[in-house]
């Protein structure tokens, strides 16, 4: 809110073994009892208009999203029936994989090893599932293949919604040209993140390093695509001793557990004065970065 954000979008889960369909649901429940019991700070979003409402009242509109779609199970049976019990309890934004290969795609550890495969024919199903009930598909941590194939695959616009650029930072937690390309191509968007080992080999988050990654994305797919994604936790030592004790989730190789700089949700004003004035971005052009594009998005998904 100091930052003057009006929305953001809570990680429920990032797919690990123990987050099985029952787990997941029922924090989902516990998180949405939370914010129901705070509506003078918080408004859960399930609609636009919810976003809107967010910022005519000055609250905290949040909305679910999982980083992963392991928490649907591994029964594909079950898979559809659990996706519709996600998109009740408010799931409105959905990832492939949170860096690791599943049954479901393969995550951003196959960019460098030469196995990327993609999408599964189960990861199509669940695509399809998500574009009927209106929830958005991410595929930010995944591999650039899934990112191209879920392109092809899915029939409403799609997202990154917290990826930066290969070309500045060739690490498999990033994303190539031709993923970013993809994307776009679906009248999707792609949302930068504030994190320095991601943006650089310095590790250094400053404006100028985030805007450059927007500019860029700008120039190769136009300026309508670009969003903010900072990937933000403000218990960061908690995060760090987390990273460290989980190496197959967040691999050395993609940037995890390494001397970076991380933006404050706040760097986004440093940002938009680097866009203004370094690359003339006009004022129709920096709304859209802030959250317009991000609207149509969910417009164009959400029932």
């Known amino acids: 809110i100091d ?21 997941v649901m029922a924090r989902m429940e516990n998180v949405n009892a939370y914010w129901a019991e705070r509506p003078d700070r918080y408004i859960q979003v399930r609609t636009v208009d919810d976003m809107k409402r967010a910022q005519r009242e000055g609250k905290l509109g949040v909305v679910h999203n999982h980083q992963s779609m392991m928490p649907l199970g591994t029964d594909p049976a079950q898979v559809k029936s659990n996706l519709q019990k996600y998109y009740d309890l408010g799931l ?20 460098d090893d030469g196995t990327d495969q993609g999408v599964t024919e189960l990861g199509e ?13 991410d595929c ?22 917290h990826s930066n650029l290969m070309t500045f930072q060739p690490i498999g937690r990033n994303v190539s040209d031709q993923a970013v390309r993809a994307v ?17 080999p310095q590790g250094l988050a400053r404006p100028y390093d985030i805007a450059k990654h927007v500019e860029y994305i700008g120039e190769m797919v136009g300026r309508d695509k670009l969003c903010v994604g900072p990937d933000y936790v403000y218990n960061y030592a908690d995060t760090l001793l987390w990273i460290l004790k989980n190496p197959e989730n967040f691999p050395v190789e993609m940037g995890y557990a390494t001397a970076s700089h991380m933006g404050k949700p706040g760097e986004i004003w440093g940002v938009v004065r680097e866009l203004q004035d370094r690359y003339g971005w006009s004022d129709d052009e920096i709304r859209g970065f802030l959250g317009e594009n991000l609207l149509r998005l969910y417009e164009a998904n959400w029932r």
């Open 3 to 23: 930052s003057q954000y009006n929305v953001l979008s809570a990680t429920i889960s990032n797919g690990p073994p123990e987050d099985t369909p029952d787990i």
């Open 92 to 111: 409105r934004q959905l990832n492939f994989t949170y860096n690791i290969d599943t049954i479901y795609a393969d995550g951003g550890v196959s960019n």
């Open 125 to 137: 199903e669940v695509v399809k599932e998500a574009n009927r009930l209106g929830i958005v598909v």
């Open 140 to 161: 930010s941590h995944s591999s650039n293949q899934t990112c191209i194939e879920a392109a092809a695959m899915t029939r409403k616009p799609m997202m990154m919604s």
């Open 184 to 200: 776009a191509a679906t009248g999707g968007v792609i949302c930068v993140n504030f994190i320095g080992g991601f943006l650089n």
